[in-house]
């Protein structure tokens, strides 16, 4: 299927993730304020602003980091606002940091081995009741962690703690133990941030693999190269507010989003 | 050469008793970051839920069941490791510093209980005539002593083994990430606080389990027995052998105890039995210097979870791009 038809065929079904009217202050302060939108499935949809727009606030509520104040947000139709964040990865929503969060003692292998969603292993009595299953689903998540470290070219590095790697690897690794959880959406947090211009080729054509593989990103970038050869469509915040949609080419165009960029100064 | 060798089993026995507490210890804070500073209370609850299900009726105070041992320390297990759950869903919310003043509090409860409670507890006279293992054989002191070192032995072997399966298990992978960083385990859809408690009862359980041991072992539990020095040696013991390896947790708990032991001993052979109340400060010290002394040459204690190096130089550090995927 061709590009274009993959985003035509997108709009027509219903959205993997949706905000509406999403608000979230914090004493006084209005970090986002009734922000609405959807994802489309097998999208890359690009969120952009500049520093203190609100964006990583909404990614957190998307994730469930954090709770909104008022507002609704349903992934897949379910509605999720209310539900802690390690719940919403066993819907299908996966997400990454800005600043990567490696465990650094546990190798790469043990860090993607541990996004693996239902392990019967990780019930406390299974691993003396059942040994056999946890060894066997144990055996397999460690083939998967393995082929998803080969997909982001760190299978050198497989059994070495995480604390070995330098920024742009541990977003890789990042990108890898995310995928292990099969996740339908991937919440992406500055993945060019630090990465030097070698990496982040890799990053831009693992993130492009992957979405071809039918996973909607939401992406949330400075880099504004990396959102125009990413991303389908952008929305742009400002002061906790949605300022504009369209592609990466329109907004920029747009007179409110160079204002909010400039302060301005233009 | 008898009384020598009696004296070592007793000595071993008291050393693994120890070892276990430290294994529970190492189950919280070595592999799950929790800053368990109220062991004792923990102990206590252990020594106290066996001897009140084991011992013969007492008109002075209730319990008094004389149910089989096993069933006492099973009891105790039970109570324990619920104990430590309730205390674990209130206050795991709580991070280091503050959860370390919170479970000191818990013991100084539990202590307090022990102590006033006297129509439970038998208060500051404690509870007596703990039935033995093998006290059929008290008239001959080594055979006593070695059975006794061969039951606890065998129930340290066993918890060991459990704690080594789970470490290296997928449940244990969860407790690591959660030491290392919660909020990406959260992320990948781990409850911390489900995992905390579930870490903190088991460890509570174990500890219960050593403290009911050492009820049965001696015959006598006072509340004397559950003072914070109780808490100290068991972290110290954690931290020479090595936080976050069981191996260490046992090897730490035998060279502490035999340093507390030999420290012990020494002081009553130098001092005149009028100093020696005060000479046996010098214990306290004895194990301060050799915990300096640990920290400063092997800062991960004897067995730790050391730094593994990276086994492929400089050329694993580079750019995939540049390094290959080595596939």
């Known amino acids: 299927m061709s590009e274009t038809a993959r985003q035509n065929g997108a709009q027509t079904r219903a959205p993997v993730l949706t905000a509406t009217n999403v608000t979230r202050r914090f004493g006084g302060l209005v970090a986002v304020n009734n922000v609405s939108l959807d994802v489309r499935p097998g999208e890359i949809l690009g969120l952009i602003g500049p520093n203190g727009a609100g964006k990583t606030t909404m990614f957190d509520l998307l994730a469930g980091s954090i709770l909104p104040t008022s507002g609704e947000i349903r992934l897949n139709g379910a509605l999720v606002s209310g539900e802690a964040a390690h719940r919403r990865i066993g819907r299908g929503l996966g997400r990454t940091f800005q600043i990567p969060r490696p465990l650094p003692n546990l190798t790469l292998i043990e860090n993607v081995m541990l996004a693996a969603q239902g392990q019967a292993g990780e019930r406390l009595l299974a691993n003396f009741v059942t040994p056999w299953r946890v060894a066997a689903e144990e055996k397999a998540a460690a083939k998967k962690a393995a082929e998803l470290l080969d997909l982001v070219s760190l299978t050198h590095l497989a059994h070495e703690p995480a604390r070995v790697l330098s ?39 693992r993130i492009r693999d992957i979405n071809k593989s039918g ?35 329109e907004v920029a165009r747009d007179p409110r989003v160079i204002e909010a960029y400039l302060g301005g100064a233009a | 050469m008898i009384d020598l060798l009696g004296y070592g089993a007793f000595f071993l026995t008291t050393a693994l008793i120890f070892s276990l507490v430290t294994l529970g210890l190492n189950l919280q804070w070595g592999l799950t970051g929790l800053f368990n500073v109220g062991l004792a209370g923990f102990v206590a609850i252990g020594a106290y839920t066996s001897a009140l299900l084991t011992t013969p009726d007492d008109p002075a105070r209730l319990g008094g069941l004389g149910l089989p041992i096993l069933v006492g320390w099973l009891g105790a297990m039970v109570v324990g490791g619920l104990a430590a759950a309730l205390t674990g869903i209130a206050t795991l919310r709580l991070k280091s510093d503050y959860l370390a003043i919170t479970t000191f509090g818990v013991a100084v409860v ?32 080594l055979l006593f002593n070695l059975s006794n070192l061969a039951v606890v032995s065998a129930v340290t072997l066993v918890v060991y083994l459990a704690l080594q399966h789970l470490a290296r298990s997928p449940w244990g992978r969860v407790l690591k990430a959660l030491r290392e960083d919660e909020r990406a385990a959260v992320s990948l859809g781990k409850s911390a606080r489900f995992y905390r408690v579930q870490a903190f009862a088991v460890g509570g359980a174990i500890m219960a389990l050593a403290g009911a041991l050492q009820a049965h072992f001696i015959g006598f539990i006072a509340p004397d027995n559950y003072l914070p020095i109780l808490t100290f040696q068991v972290w110290v013991m954690l931290i020479v052998g090595g936080s976050g390896s069981n191996a260490g947790a046992v090897a730490g708990s035998v060279l502490v105890w035999a340093i507390w032991a030999g420290s012990g001993a020494l002081t009553s052979v130098l001092f005149s039995p009028e100093q020696q109340a005060r000479a046996a400060a010098l214990q306290i010290v004895a194990i301060g210097v050799m915990l300096c002394v640990i920290l400063l040459v092997r800062p991960t204690g004897l067995f730790g979870d050391r730094p593994r190096r990276p086994r492929l130089g400089k050329h694993a550090r580079m750019a995939p791009s540049e390094g290959g995927s080595g596939s």
């Not at chain 2, 507890?121 to 002191?141: C, H, N, V, Y």
Request: net charge negative; charged share 20%.
């Open chain 1, 167 to 205: 920024g742009g690897q541990r977003k890789l690794l990042e990108l890898a133990r995310v995928m292990m959880a099969d996740p339908a959406i991937i919440l992406l947090d500055e993945p060019a941030a630090g990465v030097n211009a070698t990496l982040l080729e890799v990053i831009i054509d």
């Open chain 1, 215 to 249: 996973i909607t990103f939401l992406l949330i970038e400075h880099n504004i190269d990396m959102v125009t050869r990413l991303c389908h469509r952008v929305l742009v915040m400002a002061s906790g507010e949605l300022l504009c949609e369209g592609t990466a080419e």
């Open chain 2, 110 to 141: 539990v202590q307090l209980v022990a102590l006033n409670a006297q129509k439970l507890t038998g208060g500051p006279f404690g509870i007596g005539f703990i039935p033995r293992p093998f006290s059929g054989l008290a008239e001959t002191p």
